[in-house]
């Protein structure tokens, strides 16, 4: 599962296509809505982008994870949100739209920070004296072209034919669901003989991750004075991870199954995080809509 065609070839064509889908969910509106009101996009922007990876490196320290599960994790951290964060924030009653743009602005910055982080977390872990490393400029290019262009493109789409868009939005994210679940099956399948010991160096370190992610976007939002629903948008984009972008990086650029366990065992147990996310997010809408309904009544 490391070199072959399925990955080097099908992985990033798959992504360019899940990216052309969260493309044709923005609208110029979108970007306004966000900008008059920026305080959310600017924390949920730092706190993917920086906060993360610091609380990745925190965990590889604490629970002292073997060098290629570190860099795994410090990688599926660095790594923004993707459509599934954005129909978790929709079913949870945050911000949507917030969600989008965080996705995409993430997105945009993680071009540059996915390749430093990465880099910096395999000297950290593997030392100097051995010849792995990300090329930076070969992974800036890849993933401009698979990221930039495809959210230009899926909105130059929507901005089009805005039905077509709307039609084709509900497809690709059903698409990127199943890429994730083929490339987790094919890394359970390629690594089965040692499944059992990696999940658990991973498992716990993933968990962590997923639940921290989470706590702190809720936390950093409230100390920060967000409303509500865009502290869901903000503890959903940290909690929900694109990991189809985690295993492109690790399989198709450096080449090592080992180092995409972490992002293939997060790509399954945030599905369960972001139920319990949602389900917060509704008893919390509900108990809104009861309280005003209440002030009404006894204002009439």
Request: aromatic share 6%; net charge neutral; charged share 10%.
């Amino acid at each position: 599962m490391e070199s072959g065609p399925m990955i080097s070839i099908g992985l990033p064509i798959a992504l360019f296509i899940i990216m052309v889908g969260i493309g044709m969910t923005l609208t110029a509106r979108d970007f306004h809505q966000v900008t008059v009101k920026p305080a959310g996009l600017v924390v949920g922007t730092i706190t993917q982008i920086l906060l993360m990876p610091i609380v990745a490196f925190a965990l590889c320290w604490l629970l002292s994870l073997p060098p290629a599960i570190a860099v795994g994790l410090v990688i599926i951290a660095a790594c923004p949100g993707g459509t599934t964060s954005n129909l978790f924030t929709l079913l949870a009653r945050g911000n949507v739209a917030l969600s989008i743009v965080l996705t995409v602005s993430a997105s945009l910055i993680t071009i540059l920070s996915l390749p430093f982080f990465t880099n910096y977390a395999l000297r950290t872990y593997f030392g100097a004296e051995q010849e792995i490393v990300l090329p930076f400029a070969k992974t800036v290019v890849m993933l401009s072209v698979i990221v930039l262009l495809p959210v230009v493109i899926g909105m130059l789409v929507r901005a089009w034919n805005p039905h077509l868009a709307s039609r084709a939005e509900g497809i690709v994210s059903i698409f990127g669901a199943l890429v994730l679940l083929i490339l987790v099956v094919g890394l359970v399948w390629g690594m089965r003989d040692r499944i059992d010991e990696l999940a658990t160096q991973a498992g716990p370190s993933v968990i962590l991750l997923n639940i921290l992610g989470v706590f702190v976007g809720l936390l950093v939002s409230r100390l920060c004075g967000l409303s509500g629903r865009d502290g869901l948008a903000v503890a959903t984009e940290l909690g929900i991870k694109n990991g189809t972008i985690g295993l492109m990086v690790t399989l198709t650029l450096l080449h090592s199954s080992e180092m995409s366990v972490p992002s293939a065992v997060y790509g399954v147990l945030m599905f369960p995080s972001g139920m319990l996310l949602a389900l917060y997010g509704r008893k919390r809408a509900r108990e809104a809509g009861e309280e005003r309904a209440a002030e009404l009544g006894e204002a009439g």
